[in-house]
């Protein structure tokens, strides 16, 4: 087994090719989830082009490309996934059948840990050496079979909900004029303005607003302009007459609609449009080819209405008995801890997310009358 590190910038175009291709014929190979558009090597050298230190190993074997592993890497050997804290799927894209020892691996990239928060299912050696690692539900919608077979799925799982979103989505027609919805908008102003309800969404509940960074601003902006083969930016909006009142931007795979940032006007909030948009996007997406829309890691009311089924990813790190590595553990472990306590315990969860909402709506209250 050999392998070699690349700036994103030496990978070639054969080893691009090989990368993709093995993407592609992951679902025939029992491992559908590594398609993940999250994997692709285009989110890898979209984010390269904001976030330093984003290195490929690609590992040969008889001469071959076996595997493809994306990090990023601190000066002191700290290794991350591409894009933590926005990747929603991570690790190492390979042939079917491979192994590979997993501090082997640091060794030959030159870290002492790498660390991750998405790590894709059927990732063993990652699983098995990661210390600390949790396991969380990914939920996805299912529509391989068509939308159809989706839909009536869920007005057998969910009655009240589907009736109540479908009754909200012809209100919304009569109060405000046509209903339609667009899966692939290419008006960057509308993705600004998706961003600018995003942020505002964030500020309102207390989160931290991801697009206060610009390197993220600027990576979505360069994914909503990237389209190589079956990898795209997805920009969907629904529209009443000609106003976007929802939009979401998302990855599409061959296979995959990877969702990520959806958003609303909060003038429609009554019409719920964010439900009727998704609704419209499994649609859409059936009719696309796609097998699979994943919502993406965490607990939210929507997504257990809409899911079929769910994926396992894992958060925690791997690492060698290192000076540094033992630092950075030492540093990570009791926030991740007490985060993912929170989370996961309602009795925790519903008081911390009423005061960050309380907190949102300070800050936002003080921030409009600064501005008069």
Known sequence: MDITVHRPGELTAADRAAWTALQ??????????????????????????????????????????????????????????????????????????????????????????????????????????AGGACAFPSPVIDVEQGYDTYLGHLHER???????????????GRDHGAVRYVHDERDPEILATLMGWKSAQYRRTGRSDRFAHPWITELVRRLFHTRTGPFAGILSVLYAADVPVAAHFGLRGERILACWFPAYDPVFAKYSPGLVLHLRMAEAAAADGIAYLDLGRGQKDYKDSFKTRELAVSEGWVALRHPVALGHRARRAPVRALRNTVLSRPEFFEPADKLLKRMGKIRSLTKESTKE
Not at 158 to 172: D, V, Y
């Open 24 to 129: 592609s014929k992951a679902h025939l190979d029992g491992s559908p989830e590594l398609a993940n558009p999250f994997l692709a090597p285009e989110f890898t050298l979209a984010t390269a082009h904001g976030r330093r230190g984003v290195r490929i190993a690609v590992v040969r074997e008889d001469g071959e490309p076996a595997a493809f592993f994306p990090f990023q890497r601190s000066v002191t050997g700290v290794g991350r996934a591409v894009g933590l804290g926005v990747s929603d799927c991570q690790g190492l894209v390979h042939r079917p059948g491979f192994r590979w020892d997993a501090r082997e691996l640091l060794r030959a990239c030159g870290l002492v840990l790498w660390e991750f928060d998405h790590l894709v299912g059927g990732q063993e050696p990652f699983e098995t050496g």
């Open 158 to 172: 969910a009655p009240k909900f589907t009736r109540t979103t479908l009754a909200k989505e012809r209100r919304l």
